[in-house]
Structures are given as C-alpha cells and as structure tokens.
C-alpha cells in the first residue's frame, strides 16, 4: 500500500506524526496519539499494528480490516482527550487510563456514514517499558450528544 505523504490523523505528514508508531520505530506516548495511530492504521488496512495495539483481553479473534472491503475512511476529528481536563492530581491507577472521544467519517457502498465513539484506554508493562492500549468503546446517545459546531 501507498504511504501517503500527510498523516490519516489530520496529522502534517505521515513520516513525522503516525509513521513511527506504525512502524515500530516510536510508541504513542499518550492515548490520543494511539488512537490517531489507530484511526490511520484502519486507513492503511495495517492488521498487525491494531491487533498489538488492543487490549489482550479485549482484541477479538476475527479479522479486524477486510482486503475486500469497500471502506473508504474519510477524516477524522478528536472532539476530547479526557484526562487532559483532569487535575495534575491523580492517583496511580488513574495516571494510566485515559478516554478519547472522536468522530471518524467513511463512505461504504457510496454512502457517508460518522463513527462517533470513547474510546478506553490503558497503559501498561509491555516489552520493558509501559505502552498505551486501546480497551474498548462506547458510542454516545445521539439524543444526549451536543450538536457538532
């Protein structure tokens, strides 16, 4: 696959934003950068870097990007990074969780759809040092939503 010159994420350009992530060189330092990473390892269709990027004890066992897929992602806008509202403050265990809230746009059989989600995620001792991981996801009640300015 092509890879492109600016980042999925929104990012400047790819070698100096999710690149390094995706390929091995660097490890997301904060959750919001996982999942930018993530957002652009779905558009890359790059299996191996979400599957070690989610949660062992939430990573599903099927496929996670289909080759044949018609899934075109579109952009992607971060509405919140949780944590960076939290005080300075905070005890042990809070320091390595944190939640993003996002909206992601893609077209599938030429219509548009928003994937608005939270995402959870943890950080833990992984190969030495500690990692970010994606846990899992809610998607916020439309009736609950604030309107996108």
């Known amino acids: 696959m092509k890879i492109p010159a600016t980042c999925p994420c929104g990012g400047p350009s790819f070698a100096t934003c999710c690149g ?47 080759d044949d897929e018609s899934l075109r992602w579109l952009g992607l806008e971060v509405k919140s990074a949780l944590r960076l509202r939290q005080r300075k403050a905070e005890s042990d265990t809070e320091a390595n969780s944190d939640s993003v809230e996002f909206v992601a746009r893609y077209k599938t059989g030429g219509r548009a759809h928003r994937l608005h989600e939270v995402s959870r995620f943890l950080r833990e001792p992984s190969d030495g040092g500690l990692r970010w991981f994606y846990l899992d996801g809610s998607f916020p009640d439309k009736t609950t939503r604030k309107k996108d300015q």
């Open 20 to 66: 390094p992530y995706l390929d091995g060189a660097a490890i997301a330092p904060t959750a919001e950068a996982l999942m930018r990473s993530r957002y652009t390892a779905y558009t890359l269709g790059r299996e191996a870097y979400l599957r070690a990027t989610w949660h062992p004890s939430t990573c599903p066992p099927e496929p996670i990007v289909s």
